[in-house]
């Protein structure tokens, strides 16, 4: 079964830091990853893919991903963060139906 | 807009009554999927359709749960004596079929079972 698990719950950093938000993924065969935002009371807004090709991803505002196929990671990355980045973020893998499994998602907080 | 769009945003209902919800897809997206999200949880998959056909359900999906694809463009969900338990954001997503897509959430319609 494919499953993505996203370790930290929430994520804390100071605007102007980079920011990192992990992901850890388990499939079999090749991985289809996704990273998507959702502000409170909002749907999912799709942030960046990795299907194949290279392994760091450029993606929505300012955001890139690096995908590690040894490490079976896919970490959301951003140089310098934004107070407006606080959010609820997600990682999932998408399934050959196109179904996306979600991992628990990691909350950022970014302080002034 | 030409987004992804799910009517009502609230739905607040009594126990035991039915609720359907509303979705339009981007209109040359062929695949339209459903998932639920509860407080503090990743969206969980509940069924999808190419075009009209529904082609997977969920074992989340119990029976009162019933959804249709009528024309292969918007889709409806239907909950018959809903439960506290179905207390949920319900959340639409569209795509088109292929590798390199992704899929487009709409804004979700919350269900609030008292």
């Known amino acids: 079964a494919q499953s993505v698990a996203q370790p930290e719950d929430q994520v804390n950093v100071a605007e102007g830091n980079p920011l990192t938000v992990k992901c850890t993924y388990s499939v079999s065969g090749n991985p289809y990853l996704f990273w998507y935002v959702q502000y409170p009371n909002r749907g999912l807004q799709f942030l960046l893919k990795?299907?194949?090709?290279?392994?760091l991803v450029k993606g929505s505002y300012g955001f890139e991903a690096e995908f590690n196929k040894s490490q079976t990671s896919f970490h959301l990355k951003k140089p310098s963060a934004l107070v407006s980045d606080s959010a609820l973020y997600f990682c999932?893998?998408?399934?050959?139906?196109?179904?996306?499994?979600f991992g628990q998602g990691t909350t950022l907080q970014v302080k002034p | 807009d030409t987004g992804v769009s799910q009517d009502p945003r609230h739905k607040i209902t009594k126990r035991g009554q039915n609720v359907t919800f509303r979705c339009d897809p981007i209109s040359e997206h062929n695949r339209l999927y459903w998932y639920r999200q509860t407080l503090g949880q990743g969206p969980e998959f509940l069924t999808y359709f190419q075009n009209e056909a529904q082609l997977e359900k969920s074992r989340l999906l119990s029976d009162r749960f019933s959804a249709e694809r009528p024309k292969g463009s918007f889709s409806t969900l239907e909950i018959q004596r809903t439960e506290q338990g179905d207390s949920a954001m319900y959340l639409c997503?569209?795509?088109?079929?292929?590798?390199?897509?992704?899929?487009?959430f709409g804004q979700g319609t919350r269900l609030t079972v008292v």
């Open positions: 990795y299907i194949t090709g290279d392994n």
């Open positions: 997503a569209s795509s088109l079929t292929g590798d390199h897509t992704e899929a487009f």
């Open positions: 999932a893998v998408r399934d050959v139906a196109g179904k996306l499994i």
